[in-house]
């Protein structure tokens, strides 16, 4: 699994990854299209990372980002006897895990979102990851501490720092203005010294 600690330390920082998401409420508006076809069991995301992974190890395993309620961190995956993919690229690739069951995209959801997002030439920025949870979920926020990324419920404290929004629920109206969101605190991460720390 040394790779996928090598395919996460490659992913964008989150200022990139912002800055190249050009055309957004078109490609919004066209991958809530698509993800309606699959009960919207599934969100759109802006991949980034939040820290450097090892990706080796005396036991040459390397680590994995897992999320385990609000906390994500790196997991050395000899401590990580099950865990399940969260957050796939365009390509299907998994990036982010978490200790939930979760279910893997079906192939042809794969094949209509990567080609979507290659026609765009957003294919290196955006991504799927898996709804867990209610449908009146509230918004949240996640930033970085370390190598740990957390995440809350936003408060109106929060919006003052001007988030950047990183994933996008559509089961819930408008895929622009009545998204279930997920921000990044960019006070915190928008440098990516913070929130691509070591």
């Known amino acids: 699994m040394a790779e996928v600690a090598s395919l996460y330390n490659s992913l964008p920082t989150l200022g990139e ?29 802006l991949v980034h990372a939040h ?79 898996h709804i867990d949870g209610e449908k009146d979920a509230p918004a949240i926020i996640e930033w970085t501490e370390g190598r740990n990324n957390l995440t809350r419920e936003i408060t109106d404290d929060d919006k003052t720092g001007e988030p950047i929004q990183t994933a996008w629920d559509f089961g819930r109206g408008d895929p622009v203005t009545m998204s279930c969101t997920i921000y990044c605190d960019q006070r915190t991460t928008r440098g990516s010294s913070v929130h691509k720390g070591i």
């Open 17 to 45: 990854a912002d800055e190249q998401f050009v055309n957004r409420e078109a490609m919004l508006r066209a991958l809530a299209t698509l993800l309606a076809q699959y009960e919207y069991a599934f969100g759109l995301c």
């Open 51 to 129: 820290c450097k992974l090892s990706d080796t190890t005396e036991l040459a395993e390397g680590e994995i980002m897992l999320a385990a309620g609000n906390v994500s961190q790196p997991k050395l995956m000899e401590h990580t006897p099950t865990y399940y993919p969260e957050r796939w690229l365009s390509t299907g690739e998994p990036y982010e895990f978490t200790v939930r069951r979760t279910e893997k995209p079906p192939t042809e959801l794969i094949e209509e979102f990567q080609r979507i997002v290659r026609d765009a030439k957003l294919q290196d920025i955006l991504g799927l990851y």
